[in-house]
């Protein structure tokens, strides 16, 4: 289902986890799971996988994970402000060590000027080391390749946090 690096990568994340006795969540948006589905394809990511939540909607950013609506009216949902709220009420409300969040668009439609197509937030969140938000321009390559790059993105930045 996922490109062998994809998995690769996965693995690596879940077996520095397990040497590390921490635990993972996610919290989605534009990916809607993806970094879930690649990370539970690998087997004995149980060990070290809480779970995680897909709040593609304002609403769920909200109610799931405790993000302040006002933060989203005044920055918007895809913003460095609102990945890192995300990632850390992905935190605060599973308790994991590690949380990954992204927040972005993926297209075809949704872009504006400002906020372009294939713009994407990813943000990191740990009870260990300060946060980290990164923005990418991944442009108009299209949906899935946006959602895939955003992916691969996500576990590097996941794999550097578990170090």
């Given at each position: 289902m996922f490109p062998a690096d994809v998995l690769d990568d996965a693995k690596?994340?879940?077996?520095?986890?397990?040497?590390?006795?921490?635990?993972?969540?996610?919290?989605?948006?534009?990916t809607g799971g993806l970094v879930a589905a690649a990370i539970t394809a690998v087997a004995g990511s149980s060990d070290v996988f809480f779970g995680g939540f897909v709040t593609y909607a304002d609403d769920a950013k909200a109610q799931m994970i405790g993000v302040d609506r006002e933060l989203i009216n005044h920055h918007g949902a895809v913003s460095a402000a609102v990945?890192?709220?995300?990632?850390?009420?992905?935190?605060?409300t599973t308790g994991a060590d590690l949380a990954?969040?992204?927040?972005?668009?993926?297209?075809?439609?949704?872009?504006?000027?400002?906020?372009?197509?294939?713009?994407?937030?990813?943000?990191?969140?740990?009870?260990?080391?300060a946060p980290r938000v990164e923005r990418h321009m991944f442009g108009e390559a299209g949906r899935d390749e946006v959602r895939l790059a955003s992916l691969r993105a996500?576990?590097?930045?996941?794999?550097?946090?578990?170090?």
């Open positions: 690596q994340l879940i077996d520095t986890l397990r040497q590390q006795h921490r635990m993972l969540t996610t919290a989605e948006s534009c990945a890192h709220a995300m990632a850390d009420g992905a935190v605060r990954v969040a992204i927040t972005g668009i993926a297209g075809p439609g949704g872009g504006s000027p400002h906020k372009p197509i294939g713009l994407v937030y990813i943000a990191i969140a740990s009870v260990f080391d996500a576990l590097k930045m996941l794999q550097e946090a578990a170090k």
